[in-house]
């Protein structure tokens, strides 16, 4: 299960959607628009209202259709709309092939994938998906100029993947390295294939840009490979313009006039008188020790550390998702064994310590706050999205931290960037669950934004960042 809820504002070139027979031309963006915040308003007379089969979804935001862009969450529903992976997650959190026909298999030596695309796939803009075109979509990703460009999905797949190629309908990645997590990689929404800016093969095509920051409207692709969608369409209404994005949300699902939206933080009680909501499992929270830095480099001063910190209070210092915790608060013993577990290993005064972290500024300062207490640790706090930690600690283009990292407080929520963050910090091979023994990651809590949508509302899928994803078998009550 995941996260969901956007909703909606916009209007169509066709009066009756559901009985089009035709897929309508697409509005193709530049790369420039593409990656502009606010979409330009189209020429000519509006479009006729798609009616009350469209799908009416809120977002916070929506920053283009450039799909390296590090993605917010409502971008990431939208884009998700047009374009398509060549794996996606259902709403168990399970893979399944896409664009692919079948689940990709690895060679005997684990350097290379193959990945058989599904036969009679097209374009909005009629094209058809061939192994050309996937691999030119790969390509692209492949090649950015700037290597610290886009998500952290960018810089492990530009790490990991040396080369993709075609053959017919088979497309072969060659890794540098074998890497088991390469499918739940290629569900992520960076790595989307497309045929141009705003032009996919997803169950809906970009009709037109309303208003600057008021919205989208995308209407049913009738030639959908899944099947005709049972929405006539969908209008995006973003909310980026309000003061109170989230607030304005709120009140807009009060009223009605939203059928879907994803919000962050708490749900106002109230919602559930008008709306059914659900939160997925989400992301985790770590805390990664690096071994290349003293004292962390010994067992003893990371049990004593994990032993300090009070994982309750962290969750509850996160108000970006309904957070929870998974362990119990330290006893009187246990926070009194911290110092002799710290006086064993000759650090009996404690020792200063670097902690980069990507989560929010609350939650590191809390965590900064009982080492100090209950440890004598005094922690220098390092701010930083996970794209720019992740490049200082590689090394991208000549970066580096500007201070040794003892430890990292970060987030994830699939396998590969687990495994991504634990090779940087030094630990390979196992898994984050099997180093917890001596303290070399600590899950600290876990939690999923909430989603809210309205009742009766089914069909709903998941995007790889665990936002909801309207699909062809979605269906208004």
């Known amino acids: ?21 035709q897929t309508p031309t697409p509005v193709v963006l530049s790369a420039r628009e593409a990656t502009q915040t606010a979409l330009p308003a189209l020429p000519g007379p509006p479009a006729a209202d798609p009616g009350p089969a469209a799908l009416r979804l809120g977002v916070a935001a929506f920053d283009g259709f450039d799909p390296l862009s590090i993605p917010d969450e409502g971008t990431e529903q939208v884009q998700a709309l047009v374009y398509e992976t ?22 005997d030596d684990a350097l290379s994938w193959s990945v058989t695309l599904r036969d009679g796939v097209t374009f909005h803009d009629g094209s058809p998906l061939d192994g050309n075109s996937a691999v030119a979509a790969l390509e692209a990703v492949l090649a950015g100029q700037d290597a610290g460009r886009g998500s952290l999905a960018v810089l492990e797949f530009r790490r990991v993947v040396e080369s993709v190629s075609a053959d017919g309908h088979t497309l072969t990645l060659r890794l540098r390295e074998p890497y088991p997590a390469l499918p739940q990689l290629l569900a992520e929404q960076a790595l989307t294939i497309t045929h141009g800016a705003g032009v996919g093969t997803g169950p809906f095509v970009l009709e037109r840009a309303d208003e600057p920051d008021a919205g989208l409207t995308l209407v049913a692709n009738q030639g959908y490979h899944g099947g005709p969608p049972l929405l006539s369409g969908v209008r995006v209404r973003n909310f980026a313009g309000s003061e109170h994005p989230a607030l304005a949300i709120i009140e807009a699902l009060r009223r009605g006039d939203l059928d879907l939206a994803a919000l962050r933080g708490p749900l106002p009680d109230d919602l559930a008188q008008v709306a059914q909501s659900q939160a997925g499992p989400g992301r985790q929270v770590w805390l990664i020790f690096n071994r290349a830095v003293p004292p962390v480099d010994r067992a003893g001063v990371r049990l004593g550390l994990g032993m300090a910190l009070d994982r309750r209070l962290l969750a509850e210092a996160d108000s970006s998702w309904a957070f929870v915790s998974v362990a119990t608060p330290p006893q009187g013993a246990e926070r009194r064994g911290v110092l ?6 000759g650090l009996p005064d404690g020792f200063d310590l670097d902690l980069w972290y990507t989560v929010s500024d609350q939650v590191a300062e809390r965590l900064r706050q009982q080492w100090a207490e209950a440890a004598h640790v005094e922690v220098a706090l390092h701010a930083a999205t996970g794209v720019e930690l992740s490049s200082g600690l590689a090394g991208v283009d000549g970066q ?26 030094g630990w390979g091979g196992p898994g984050p669950a099997a180093l917890e023994a ?37 269906a208004l009550p």
């Open 438 to 474: 001596e303290a070399l990651a600590l899950l600290l809590y876990s939690g999923a934004p909430a989603f809210v949508y309205r009742a009766g509302l089914e069909g709903l899928g998941v995007t790889a960042g665990g936002w909801p994803r309207v699909t062809a078998q979605t």
């Open 340 to 345: 002799e577990q710290l006086a064993g290993a």
């Open 400 to 425: 580096a931290l500007s201070s040794p990292a003892g430890a990292f407080l970060v987030s994830w929520a699939r396998g590969w960037e687990g495994e991504r963050w634990l090779a940087l910090a």
């Open 1 to 21: 299960m995941r996260m969901l809820q956007a909703l909606a504002a916009g209007m169509l070139a066709c009066t009756a959607l559901v009985a089009c027979a």
């Open 86 to 107: 060549l794996l996606a997650y259902d709403v168990q959190g399970g893979l399944f092939p896409l664009l692919a026909a079948d689940m990709p298999l690895p060679s």
